[in-house]
Nanobody
Framework: QVQLAESGGGLVQPGGSLRLSCAASGRTFQTYSMGWFRQAPGKEREFVASISWSGGATAYADSVKGRFTISRDNANNMLYLQMNNLKPEDTAVYYC??????????????????????WGQGTQVTVSS
């Protein structure tokens, strides 16, 4: 069973940048599509971005399109989320997760919580001056 561990969160001023990382254990990381979600205080967890197993296709929530970039390094079992021009409304706990489905598949429209498993423990991002 793959295990996921996020890192890279912290406190940043509005307009600043952060890069989140997600380290995956196991030998199958490179054959599965992945995603990032976030959960703000008092709100439901929401989709942020996803990436295909090869890294050749991506999908983003409208709220982050043009500011966030998802990427992956299959040789090192790493998933990334580069976040630029951060806003206070980006404050949340960020989670990485593996997309359900067969090895080698990707569905950019699969953005529900139930479309992903397993999940990491999350990393806190706070955007505040």
């Amino acid at each position: 069973q793959v295990q996921l561990a996020e890192s890279g969160g912290g406190l940043v001023q509005p307009g600043g940048s952060l890069r989140l990382s997600c380290a995956a254990s196991g030998r199958t990381f490179q054959t599965y599509s992945m995603g990032w979600f976030r959960q703000a205080p008092g709100k439901e967890r929401e989709f942020v971005a996803s990436i295909s197993w090869s890294g050749g296709a991506t999908a983003y929530a409208d709220s982050v399109k043009g500011r966030f970039t998802i990427s992956r390094d299959n040789a090192n079992n790493m998933l990334y989320l580069q976040m630029n021009n951060l806003k206070p409304e980006d404050t949340a706990v960020y989670y990485c997760a593996r997309q359900r489905g067969m090895s080698g598949s990707y569905s950019p429209t699969s953005q529900r919580l139930t479309d992903f498993t397993p999940w990491g423990q999350g990393t806190q991002v706070t955007v505040s001056s």
